[in-house]
């Protein structure tokens, strides 16, 4: 059931003109306390990410669409860089909008800063975009809710095609980031068998 927020706003706005500032500040306390936030600083490994992303299917948890493999996504901004533009800060103007509305990120069911843990099992799987929609919420702030996961065998977020493109083009192992997807996708997806 959500909470109606503003109706103890509206009480506390009461008390605060009956000069009652007192009162108003342990109804804060009470019914909406702050609760500042900390960041966790926490990055995850290419091999991390992609055990989330195959376990999730690449999928948004959040929103149940599908998402494509990062380095993926770098191999088609190497192949075509004008019809579709990588920028390595994310910047909108100046990248394509995929690297945000399917670019895949992991992010914690429960906030970390709201005393989420930073464990596999508080990891899903959403897009860059849903991401920083949902920031510290709760899915009951937003009212959203955790979809099911997707099958790998319905979609594999381009995860093979990037694989056969690195070993059709071994050139493109001389970029840092995407050797290191390379090995993580070979070494995940050897060791689930999928």
Request: glycine share 6%; net charge positive; aromatic share 12%.
């Amino acid at each position: 059931m959500q909470v109606d927020r503003s109706a103890t706003i509206q009480e506390v706005c009461k008390l605060l003109s009956l000069n009652e500032r007192v009162q108003a500040e342990a109804v804060i306390f009470r019914d909406y306390p702050f609760a500042p936030t900390t960041k966790s600083g926490r990055s995850y490994t290419p091999r991390e990410m992609t055990r989330v992303f195959l376990r999730d299917g690449f999928i948004d948890r959040y929103k149940g669409t599908k998402l494509v493999y990062p380095p993926a996504l770098r191999v088609i901004s190497k192949r075509i860089d004008k019809a579709f533009p990588y920028h390595k800060n994310g910047k909108m103007d100046s990248g394509h909008f995929a690297y945000w509305e399917i670019f895949p990120t992991i992010d914690h069911i429960q906030a970390v800063a709201l005393n989420g843990i930073d464990e596999v099992e508080n990891w899903v799987c959403c897009s860059m975009l849903t991401n920083s929609i949902k920031s510290h919420w709760t899915l009951e702030q937003l009212g959203w809710t955790l979809m099911p996961a997707g099958k790998f065998a319905d979609w594999d977020g381009m995860i093979r095609w990037f694989i056969e493109q690195v070993e059709s083009d071994k050139s493109l192992l001389g970029d840092a980031y995407i050797k290191s997807w390379f090995n993580a996708a070979k070494d995940v997806l050897r060791a689930t068998k999928l």
